[in-house]
């Protein structure tokens, strides 16, 4: 293991998180509200420490990074989410109200993971400056994951090459750190443009700066943070409340599909777009399962809602679902069993590689779906041979059968984790849906779940050891599972 | 489509079915107990509506079969159990106090496909020789979950080939009905002599004959009716109830193993039985979750039992429900949340390839941990070749990947099953739990779920579409989904 190199790049790492942190700190001294003086103190504090951590690990790791080899990238992949969740923390923990050690690493792990999960209870309690770091952590947190996307995810990821292609060259095994800045700078060229545009949108709504900036953060991450405790059912009284959950909405949408794509629209090569099934599929699927709960409630005399009503809300919950962003607007914990039954679906589903979004992936359910076709047919017809293409790449046996081993992976660790949940749990009188919930809003990176933590509830009745294992599994979900589980099968270190 | 050789085949099925139901009649007319007159009345009325049918079929498809094409066998099957469900729905309608026609037909497909699921509310009203035909409607199913996987669920299958080795040609794509009617006879002689067993160790623990005799068929068959209202507890209360527990549980966990183990043991070939992973996996699944069970129940403060009685409840229900019987001693509503996610696993995993256990199988976990485990090193070392062995058979790629989607496909159809159950019920205030428990006590077979389909608790509540639907899921699950799905694959028919 070459400790230079994880020193100088988690370094760099624990810098950026500073400086942040120190701006959030600057805002909260210049903000006027009353309890910003203890924030910007805090604030000012954790930079203060975080900025020491990180000049000692670049001083430990001087010199020149020519490339960095695959066992190291693991290891900072993993180390990098769990650094920035612990010193993360340091504001929730220095300022008042205070959360306590689990919670404010859960809060902060929340954040760096894009989840959106809280243990908070009384958003409104908070100083402003605290609670912009709480969106700045999920901004953040996009661009790690956009980062990570190109260095990483991208290999083991399904049919996101063909929007590589003479984008860089990820044809090829091993990418050199230049080719990794390139692609990456154009991602977040483009994620820094949503952002821009997305404030914009809510000025003209009529949102202050500081709501808009903060809603706007988490909208492009899909982390789900917002400063109200009504998440965006706060708007939902005002004359244009649809209008902001409309532009909330497409912000959400946007930012679930694969990012490269805005660089292929730019170019216009049509031909090049047409080729996603994934973006096809999760704009598909939003639309369809939108209207169909739309339908299912405004026919529902419990629910005494017209159509368009209806519509309105399902569309807004379930782009925020499928998103993997978890804004509020509806207590959907209030529909039947059926509706809560696909958005638990939708949670496991996620949106497209390449974007902020969470999930297993559209692009695996695609392989997925396709591949269980091509073997119910094979199953009756032996000599049959099928050539499966998804996003214009031909999927070969080996990929099919490691995106199918991710599917089933991800359900199996869903399952298990409910079971840890419970055991953790065990003596508080958990049911087993709310074990479920928690597994998949954290795991799948959603942030609200069901029962006990639904839309309306939080995670703050959860004891230390569940938060921690939850703050874990947000970090394997934010992974894709392989760059974590791998720490635990030793046979993938033998021979390095 | 030959309907020459459906009509004599499904002809057969029916007259099988008549001389079963014909054999319960006689037992109706020779008991004693009071009602039971009616229920003779309709057990041969019954016998003699499907006899007519029966004949009426052969006397369509008469002339020598030789060989059924593939296209005719997935029909057969499908065709076969729908048939049994309707015509061995018939004594449930006709004699007092009635089921109406969704109930019957959801307890008689419960029957045939060893489900268990119940709509009767008190077992105790009515007559003996009415619940006699609902077990051995189950023990009947067993023969034809045996009969199937010789026929054809050992080519879907994962690692049933090495047991197959010398006993019959089933290396080769297709099998001769001679080949068939060879390995079906040696499972089906086996299935016998374990049923013949389980009656002698019943008798000896002091159950009337008719009792042993009901709940030897049911447990062979991994069925799981019984003819009263506690199931196994009704036990619980004698001297020896533990032993019948303990003789009954292990009938269910040899009736999960895969029944071509025994052959190969009565010939002393050890070295094939060391090679059956799924053997080893499913025993050894059944003692570290009961044993776990058991630790966690007499360490939580809410259950005062001690440790032995704390594992002796546990062993009986983790067996019964691994093993998809189904019969119930403790209620485990009661349980906390981790273990009920301990046993919702279960219940998706099930039992062994070749036996009469529903879930998706053992083999087919194994297959897919083994793969997986595979795929996280190879993420990380991309040279690294691998070769997967189970049950002494090389899986390869194509194998891999079947299973590892039948895997994925099967937990899709037990979320999606739960979004329509729910919107079947849309408006009767069920919850997602309860949805989810439909599916899968249907689908895996199992019988009691969670819930409001606990084990103490029945599916009377449903409406009709939704029994109607579940019946139609306990069928598809039995099939191993492919048989039944391939009907919806309209490229599956093409150039037929
Ligand atoms: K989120
Ligand atoms: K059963």
Redesign the interface.
Same mark, same amino acid.
């Not at 958990?430 to 479920?436: G, K, P, Q, V």
């Given at each position: 293991m070459n400790y230079r190199i994880l020193a100088k790049v988690l370094g760099l790492l624990l810098l950026l998180l500073s400086v942040s942190m120190a701006a959030c700190g600057l805002f909260a001294g210049l903000d006027v509200v009353a309890g910003d003086h203890e924030a910007m103190v805090a604030l000012f504090t954790s930079a203060g420490v975080t900025f020491l951590a990180g000049t000692i690990l670049i001083f430990v790791g001087l010199g020149k990074i020519e490339k960095i080899p695959?066992?190291e990238g693991?290891v900072i992949v993993g180390l990098g989410w769990v650094l920035s969740a612990v010193f993360g923390s340091l504001p929730y923990l220095l300022c008042p109200p205070h959360l306590g050690w689990s919670g404010a690493v859960f809060e902060a792990a929340s954040g760096f993971t894009t989840t959106g999960s809280t243990v908070i209870t009384d958003l409104e309690k908070w100083p402003r400056g605290l609670l912009l770091w709480r969106a700045v952590s999920q901004w953040l947190g996009g661009i790690g994951i956009l980062v990570l996307f190109v260095a990483v995810l991208s290999?083991?990821g399904v049919g996101s090459k063909s929007l590589f292609r003479n984008e860089s060259s990820f044809q090829s095994?091993e990418a050199s750190t230049a080719r990794i800045r390139d692609t990456a700078m154009t991602l977040l060229k483009i994620y820094f443009v949503i952002s821009i545009v997305c404030v914009i949108g809510l000025r003209a709504c009529g949102l202050s700066w500081y709501n808009a900036v903060s809603h706007s953060m988490t909208a492009v991450s899909t982390g789900g943070f917002s400063p109200h405790n009504a998440s965006i059912g706060y708007y939902s009284g005002w004359g244009n409340g649809w209008a902001i959950e409309l532009w909330i909405s497409v912000i959400m949408l946007i930012c679930s599909l694969n990012f490269l794509i805005f660089a292929v629209v730019v170019r216009k090569r049509w031909d090049r777009v047409r080729e996603q099934n994934d973006v096809r599929w999760f704009i598909g699927i939003c639309v369809v399962v939108s209207l169909g709960i739309g339908i299912?409630l405004s026919l529902?005399?419990?629910y005494s809602i017209g159509f368009v009503q209806a519509l309105r809300e399902s569309w807004f919950i379930v782009v925020s679902i499928a998103s993997t962003t978890g804004f509020g607007a509806t207590d959907y914990e209030l529909w039947?069993?059926? *509706?809560?039954?696909?958005l638990? %679906?939708l949670m496991?589903v996620g949106g497209c590689s390449g974007s902020t979004a969470g999930g297993m992936k559209v692009n695996r359910l695609v392989v997925?779906l396709k591949?269980?076709?091509h073997? $119910? %047919?094979?199953?009756?017809?032996?000599n049959q041979v099928f050539r499966l293409v998804v996003n214009g790449n031909p999927i070969d046996?080996?990929a099919?059968?490691?995106t199918?081993?991710?599917?089933?992976?991800y359900?199996l660790i869903i399952?298990?984790g409910?079971?840890?949940?419970?055991?953790l749990?065990?003596?508080q009188g $958990?049911?087993?849906?709310? *074990?479920?919930a928690a597994v998949l809003a954290t795991l799948s990176n959603i942030g609200p779940g069901?029962?006990d933590l639904g839309p309306t509830e939080n995670f703050s009745d959860l004891r230390d050891p569940t938060l921690t294992f939850l703050a874990g599994l947000m970090i394997l979900g934010r992974l894709e599972?392989?760059a974590i589980?791998?720490l635990f099968?030793p046979?993938?270190w033998r021979?390095y």
């Open positions: 695959r066992r693991v290999y083991l095994g299912g529902d005399d419990r039947p069993a059926w *509706c809560k039954a696909l638990a %679906i496991v997925f591949s269980s076709a073997e $119910i %047919i094979r199953a009756f017809r032996p046996e080996t099919r059968a490691r199918t081993s991710f599917v089933a992976l359900l399952a298990l409910a079971v840890v949940v419970g055991m749990e065990a003596g $958990i049911d087993l849906e709310t *074990c479920l069901f029962a599972l392989f589980l791998v099968v046979a993938a021979r």
